[in-house]
């Protein structure tokens, strides 16, 4: 009895096991179909105004307190903020006082300064008493020139009067011309002391109002230079003041404020910023590897939550000649190019403030395109022996065959051998799944 029970379980289970073993997989199975394929290369990006205009101060002063607020519409010539105005009055008032004093100055040297006429009467001066020296002296020569002759004589007259040749009023008169000779010499002398001095005088008193007049003209010229420095610190002040109020570059909105309440800042201060929302680009940084298929003007579409259903056309505008390291947020350090994308319509759609400066978005840019090509879901595909295969269904049988592929999208890839629009593949094999293993699709 035990026996016979025995046999029937095993011969159960070996109707369980050829069962399983005949019994059709459930599997999804999918149409190789034939259609365009673009690769494209998809990363985050964030909105960026094209022409962004940052809003500093153009003076250094007392900011009064900026009344916009981050959204605010301005328009080109508007007033954006306004500085006190007080201070560089003052400025301008003390130094236009400057300079009127430093002009009082100037006019009052023209009146110490020696006149024309001093002066040549001083070079006359000194000339006249050139004259007169020469003069002295040529007359102090022939005096010396007469007393040595009438020395001559009354030695002459002694040695006769000694051997009593000459008598003595002859010996007296020599020895009075002789006298005289000497004492007229003395004279001279004196007198071409005097005529020294009073040239000497004369040189001086031309000189000293010469120097004078190089002094005075050293600073006339001085104070001239004084007021011209001052002139050209008084235009840049009254320049100054017409930047007092500080205008709107360019229509747009305000994108930020960068200061509020009233205080003292210096000149190129970052007060606001402004730019419009109608002339939005996206920035988005790709991996280097597949910025290298990359040239301006090539296809991109931008998308995501922020733009809801629509997708953008948009063109490749700029990419960087650098790239940079950035770590993922899975840790893995990745070399990425910063790419700016330039849509062909307004992103916000209808309500241009709808999308503003540094949203979020996704980008998506096109690096081929393929039309009539056979195409092939990514799912179906596996790795067999380093190549790329598929099970193809064929009368509920599955078959591994190896394709050749191109071009991907992310959802599917290009078939370049071994598959033909029509066929049916597996999707998602799973592990069991051998060669020639029966398949049934699922409902």
Avoid: C
Avoid at 20 to 31: G, H
Avoid at 99 to 124: C, D, M, N, Q, Y
Avoid at 206 to 229: C, P, T
Avoid at 294 to 316: H, N, Q, T, Y
């Amino acid at each position: 009895m035990i026996r016979g029970i025995l046999i029937l379980l095993g011969a159960t289970a070996v109707a369980a096991i050829w069962y399983a073993s005949t019994r059709p997989a459930n599997v999804e199975i999918a149409t190789i179909e034939r259609g365009t394929l673009r690769a494209v290369v998809e990363e985050e990006g964030k909105t960026k105004v094209t022409n962004r205009f940052v809003v500093s101060m153009p003076v250094a002063g007392r900011l009064q307190r900026l009344t916009l607020n981050e959204g605010d519409i301005v328009k080109r010539g508007d007033v954006l903020a306004e500085i006190d105005p007080l201070a560089l009055r003052a400025l301008i008032k003390e130094a236009e006082a400057q300079t009127r004093a430093l002009e009082r100055r100037t006019e009052g040297i023209e009146t110490k300064k020696p006149k024309r006429e001093e002066l040549e009467s001083a070079r006359v001066g000194e000339q006249s008493a050139k004259e007169a020296l020469t003069v002295s002296m040529h007359l102090l020569e022939d005096a010396k020139a007469a007393a040595a002759h009438f020395e001559q004589e009354a030695v002459r007259e002694r040695k006769l009067a000694e051997r009593g040749i000459a008598t003595d009023s002859t010996l007296g008169e020599a020895e009075m011309r002789d006298r005289q000779g000497r004492e007229r010499v003395a004279i001279q002398e004196i007198r071409v002391k005097i005529r020294r001095y009073e040239s000497d005088t004369a040189t001086l008193r031309r000189g000293a109002l010469e120097a004078q007049v190089h002094d005075f003209d050293w600073q006339e010229k001085d104070y001239q230079e004084q007021i011209a420095g001052i002139r050209a610190g008084l235009e840049k002040l009254r320049d100054d003041l017409t930047k007092a109020r500080v205008l709107a570059p360019a229509d747009g909105v305000v994108l930020r404020r960068l200061k509020e309440s009233e205080q003292v800042l210096a000149a190129g201060t970052a007060l606001l910023e402004i730019g419009s929302l109608d002339q939005l680009e996206v920035e988005a940084d790709f991996l280097s590897e597949d910025v290298a298929h990359m040239k301006a003007g090539m296809d991109a579409e931008i998308f995501g939550r922020a733009l809801g259903s629509r997708v953008v056309a948009a063109k490749i505008r700029r990419i960087y000649p650098s790239a940079f390291l950035k770590i993922s947020s899975l840790g893995v350090e990745q070399q990425r190019v910063t790419v700016i994308l330039a849509p062909t319509e307004p992103l916000g759609g209808a309500n241009p403030t709808s999308v503003g400066d540094r949203f979020r978005v996704e980008a998506r840019v096109v690096l081929e395109r393929r039309a009539d090509v056979v195409l092939v879901p990514e799912g179906a595909l596996f790795r067999s022996a380093n190549k790329w295969h598929v099970f193809r269904v064929q009368g509920g049988t599955v078959r591994a065959v190896e394709v050749g592929t191109g071009i991907r999208d992310g959802r599917r890839r290009e078939v370049t051998s071994g598959l033909n629009a029509g066929d049916e593949v597996v999707l998602h094999p799973g592990p069991d799944l051998q060669d020639g293993d029966r398949v049934v699709a699922l409902d």
